[in-house]
């Protein structure tokens, strides 16, 4: 399956390709009241430590695990930006599992495990190929997950 070119953006506002073009991204499964919720902190660091070398950073909120993302998209935008200062993209609501998983993530898991919470990292490559999986309790600044983005930034 072919990297999904119609994201959209939590206003719901078509995202620009051009925005992930050659670039290294990392799909990230976002919830506001998570107790992995924190990592956003982190999430920020890498952003502001890599996005210059050609890392994006790309929240995707969901609400599949413990209704912990119930909000609208204007009160996720207000809560990330207010308490962590997050100005990375964040794309509109999606499932990540089950029969209504959004076609993201269907390129993102391919045949690989459902995801198990909330958090999950998927590293992508410049050339749109799926790298590295994290699973969710990796944190962002995790060693092994800065040497990944590391190789991939080349």
Do not use: H
Not at 8 to 16: F, K, M, N, V, Y
Request: hydrophobic residues 35%; glycine residues 10%.
């Amino acid at each position: 399956m072919p990297f999904p070119n119609n994201l959209t953006t939590l206003d719901g506002t078509p995202l620009s390709p051009a925005v992930l073009e050659n670039k290294v991204i990392l799909f990230v499964n976002v919830a506001s009241k998570c107790g992995l919720t924190p990592q956003y902190s982190d999430l920020v660091e890498l952003d502001t430590a890599y996005g210059s070398r050609g890392l994006v950073i790309v929240g995707v909120p969901c609400n599949q695990f413990g209704a912990q993302e119930p909000g609208t998209p204007e009160e996720i935008k207000e809560f990330t930006k207010t308490k962590y200062d997050v100005d990375f993209t964040l794309l509109e609501k999606q499932d990540v599992n089950g029969p209504n998983r959004s076609p993201l993530y269907q390129f993102l898991v391919g045949d690989g495990p459902d995801i198990g919470w909330n958090f999950g990292k998927f590293l992508v490559g410049r050339n749109g190929e799926v790298i590295a999986r994290f699973e969710p309790k990796t944190p962002p600044n995790d060693p092994d997950l800065k040497a990944a983005i590391e190789a991939a930034l080349g």
